[in-house]
């Protein structure tokens, strides 16, 4: 069972980046699927998550109306959208995998499977 991100990079204040998480050992579409990020010093957050039934998605107030969380199913991935990327936006991102609903999501002790993380740096 494996979560592999992907996508990460460098990229200047204002700029768009599109992360993938492939996940192989298991249907993504069967579960709910999240990205967290961990800025240096900071706790690890919660920032978009997609609901393994409806597909209803959640983000938060950080990265609402920049970021855009979706799956393809067919190819068992899971996507990140970047856009209008600030400084405050750098961390290392993770995508999760609960096999229950979007309810708490942002909690991390919910999730079963975690990727190892790939690196966004945002330049002023």
């Known amino acids: 069972v494996q979560l592999v991100e992907s996508g990460g990079g460098l990229v200047q204040s204002g700029g768009s980046l599109r992360l993938s998480c492939t996940a192989s050992?298991?249907?993504?579409?069967?579960?709910?699927m999240t990205w967290f990020r961990q800025a240096p010093g900071k706790e690890r957050e919660g920032v978009s998550c997609?609901?393994?039934?409806?597909?209803?998605?959640h983000y938060a107030d950080s990265v609402k109306g920049r970021f855009t969380i979706s799956r393809d199913n067919a190819k068992n991935t899971v996507y990140l959208q970047m856009n209008s990327l600030k400084p405050e936006d750098a961390a290392v991102y993770y995508c999760?995998?609960?096999?229950?609903?979007?309810?708490?999501?942002?909690?991390?002790?919910?999730?079963?499977?975690w990727g190892q993380g790939t690196r966004v740096t945002v330049m002023d």
């Open positions: 997609i609901d393994r039934r409806d597909g209803e998605t």
């Open positions: 999760a995998a609960a096999m229950d609903g979007s309810y708490y999501w942002w909690v991390m002790n919910k999730y079963t499977y």
């Open positions: 050992g298991f249907t993504l579409g069967d579960y709910t």
